[in-house]
């Protein structure tokens, strides 16, 4: 029987493992799946190496974990080979504008973000294009017990259209005012607001829900009374202690919990082209703190 004898090494102390001794053309086998399905749990992102699959096989992969989302969230990148679900997230050689390029977590600006993301290599840069990753619990746990029961009462706008402002998002700051006014208008009203800690629903483990570049403030409050406890929250968030890093290779896919983890690729790799595929998957929301507005 093939896919029953998985590896999981972990990445560092809270972040990411990468699952080796499996072939992801084939079906799983339940235990293998409830041992992958444990790992992502326990780590937030898996990591998986010279995978060779097509589109439809990432495909039925991502479902053994969900269904697969096919435009709502994601509408403005193209589907793969007829396959809607299978979005190409691309960057050519003369793209200023890097997607992901910053700590975040999918669609937060939706009521119902996705759950899982699955990302698989398909070009990459001779060298750079890395993703890091971080945890949400690392984040959360490392807060003191007063601090995190002020949080709890708290909720926060996410904001579609803040990624590309060069004002609030560096990463942005080669997009051009054009962009941004662009992007204003089609992302209109694209928000959602999300208590900031909140309890993932398969760990049972808190998580600080909370993104540096979408939140634009906290309920309630002003965006300039927010701006100092948000820039705090974005550094415990990112620690260096509380990341991982993953350095790609053609065919490795990676899969994370988008209520577990924030993510961040890296733009290192200007005069490439990288091409990779997603899928995102939908799945049981965070449950919030009753005590958040
Ligand atoms: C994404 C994303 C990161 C990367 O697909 O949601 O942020 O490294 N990608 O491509
Ligand atoms: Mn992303």
Redesign the pocket.
């Known amino acids: 029987m093939q896919n029953t004898a998985i590896t999981i090494r972990p990445m560092s102390a809270f972040t990411g493992a990468e699952i080796s001794n499996v072939d992801l053309r084939q079906p799983l086998a339940e235990q293998t799946y409830l041992e992958i399905r444990k790992a992502l749990n326990d780590w937030g992102v898996i990591f998986f190496r010279s995978q060779d699959l097509t589109p439809a096989q990432q495909l039925a992969f991502a479902r053994r974990f969900g269904k697969a989302e096919a435009d709502a969230h994601v509408s403005n990148m193209q589907g793969v080979d007829g396959i809607p679900e299978v979005k190409e997230?691309v960057r050519e050689a003369d793209h200023v504008r890097n997607?992901?390029g910053f700590w975040?977590m999918?669609q937060s600006f939706h009521p119902n973000p996705s759950c899982f993301?699955v990302?698989y290599a398909r070009e990459l840069p001779p060298v750079g294009?890395d993703?890091s990753f971080a945890h949400l619990s690392a984040a959360h746990d490392a807060l003191s017990p007063g601090f995190r029961a002020t949080l709890e009462r708290l909720s926060c706008t996410h904001v579609r259209s803040h990624a590309d402002s060069a004002a609030i998002n560096p990463a942005a700051s080669a997009l051009s005012h054009e962009y941004y006014t662009e992007s204003l208008k089609k992302f209109a009203g694209m928000e959602a607001s999300h208590p900031v800690i909140a309890t993932h629903p398969e760990s049972s483990r808190k998580v600080l829900y909370f993104s540096p570049i979408y939140c634009d403030r906290f309920d309630g409050w002003t965006r300039e009374e927010s701006l100092p406890l948000m820039t705090h929250l974005t550094k415990v968030m990112t620690e260096p202690e509380h990341t991982c890093r993953f350095r790609w290779e053609e065919g490795s896919m990676a899969m994370w919990d988008n209520r577990a983890v924030v993510?961040y690729?890296l733009d290192d790799y200007a005069g490439h082209r990288r091409l990779?595929h997603?899928i995102t998957v939908e799945g049981p929301w965070l449950t919030p703190c009753s005590a958040a507005a």
Do not use: F, K
């Open positions: 997230v997607i992901g975040h999918d993301s990302l294009g993703t993510h690729a990779m997603r």
